[in-house]
């Protein structure tokens, strides 16, 4: 009998490490996919040869089998549906099924870590209301650290947007007083700024393929807003859109935006740099104060220990 229930705990174990890690490198081939997507969208336009093979079949399988488990966390609202898709594009998965893995893992990690939980540790033999305690964090830590997850993939991809804008603002300016388009600058940009960053010399590749497939110039740049989900770059869109619409220059324009955010970058870096010595109190405090005391006070303890403590002892 003991025999039979270890060999179904080794099959369901051996299950439930197959189906997550499973889940995860789908997620993975999500990240890697939509660069293969990016680099065919290049060689169409002759930027660059196809770099990256189709997607393999057992990635439309995992897909489809992760589908029924993804339910179980799918919101039911229209508008939550729309806010996660809208979190997915700022960091910068555009793939259809992104939110089918993403939700499927949710559902995955809720219930894997308390099994797991329960499988490994001894929270089964604590009394009271201890287990359900235990089990009920580690089902909320499995199902929230998917966002977290995604948070800071959003978080680093907007960070580097922010900061290499500016730049490529300059870019735009240089192309636009060069005589060029405004279209054909951004396309230029583009192709320059990759060495800087690549993500944003990605979106706006996708503003100049929109615009060369009929896409109007006010369509395409909301959908950078959109895709970006950063304020400076939407104030950007506005900016452009009003010079377009009441016929102002346009280098001129760009080039008190390219300001603007200049001197908002460097108001960030300030803020952060001035965060330093709060963020440097605690290490300092815990690690480096407690081994400073003890290389400088270690000995001289030592010598109280072996001199001080038996004199007095004795006198006693």
């Known amino acids: 009998m003991a025999e039979s229930l270890s060999q179904e705990l080794y099959l369901f174990l051996a299950v439930l490490f197959v189906a997550v890690a499973g889940a995860v490198y ?104 201890q287990p359900a305690l235990f089990l009920l964090i580690a089902g909320a830590v499995g199902y929230y650290l998917p966002n977290v997850v995604l948070a800071r993939l959003t978080f680093v991809r907007q960070r580097e947007l922010f900061e290499a804008f500016p730049d490529a603002l300059d870019l735009i300016i240089v192309c636009v007083e060069a005589g060029l388009s405004l279209d054909a600058a951004i396309a230029r940009a583009a ?69 603007s955010l200049r001197v908002r970058r460097r108001q960030h870096a300030e803020e952060q740099a001035a965060k330093i010595p709060l963020k440097m109190l605690f290490p300092l405090i815990f690690c480096i104060f407690p081994s400073l005391l003890l290389v400088l006070l270690g000995p001289a303890l030592i010598q109280i220990y072996r001199i001080l403590l038996p004199t007095m002892s004795g006198g006693g």
Not at 215 to 221: G, I, M, P, Q, V
Not at 240 to 247: E, S, T, V
């Open 191 to 259: 192709g320059e700024i990759r060495l800087r960053s690549p993500v944003l010399a990605d979106e706006l590749h996708l503003v100049g393929l929109e615009l060369r497939v009929g896409a109007t110039r006010e369509r395409a740049l909301r959908n950078l807003a959109a895709r970006t989900g950063l304020t400076e770059i939407s104030s950007f869109v506005a900016m452009m859109l009003q010079a377009d619409r009441f016929g102002t220059s346009i280098a001129d324009s760009l080039r008190v935006q390219a300001d």
């Open 26 to 129: 789908s997620l993975g081939a999500l990240i890697t996919g939509g660069r293969a997507v990016r680099a065919r969208l290049r060689g169409v336009v002759g930027r660059a040869e196809i770099e990256h093979p189709d997607a393999p079949e057992w990635h439309a399988r995992m897909v489809k089998a992760a589908a029924p488990v993804a339910r179980l966390a799918t919101p039911t609202s229209e508008e939550d549906v729309s806010k996660v898709r809208a979190k997915f594009l700022h960091a910068g998965f555009r793939d259809a099924s992104a939110p089918v893995v993403y939700f499927a893992l949710k559902a995955l990690l809720a219930i894997a870590l308390p099994v797991l939980l329960l499988l490994f540790t001894d929270v089964r033999a604590r009394e009271g209301y």
